[in-house]
């Protein structure tokens, strides 16, 4: 059963970094598109950043140029990237897992991250 633990959330202050995980266990790590999702308070989880077992990636516009996504294979760790965050990037963030061929999604239990001065 494959499971996803997010790290590396917590407060910052506008302008600043973090850099959130999600290890990865229980299936072929490479066989999965990894995603990475963002809930606000009040609103919708929307995906922000995936990645393919083929190597193709994106981020959402939102956060294109400050948001990087990537993976380790080795490691089994998927990699969000955040710098020059804004208030409004605030939101618990949620990793993704689905195997290619299958619809099943498996979600991480997710992780806070607050951008404030």
């Known amino acids: 059963q494959v499971q996803l633990v997010e790290s590396g959330g917590g407060s910052v202050q506008p302008g600043g970094s973090l850099r959130l995980s999600c290890a990865f266990s229980g299936d072929i790590f490479s066989a999965y598109v990894m995603r990475w999702y963002r809930q606000a308070p009040g609103k919708e989880r929307t995906s922000i950043a995936y990645f393919t077992p083929g190597g193709t990636s994106n981020v959402a516009t939102s956060v294109k140029g400050r948001f990087t996504i990537s993976r380790d294979n080795a490691k089994d760790i998927v990699y969000l990237q955040m710098n020059n965050l804004k208030p409004e990037d605030t939101a618990v963030y949620y990793c993704?897992?689905?195997?290619?061929?299958?619809?099943?999604?498996?979600w991480g239990q997710g992780i806070q991250v607050t951008v404030s001065s």
């Open positions: 993704s897992a689905r195997r290619t061929e299958s619809n099943d999604v498996t």
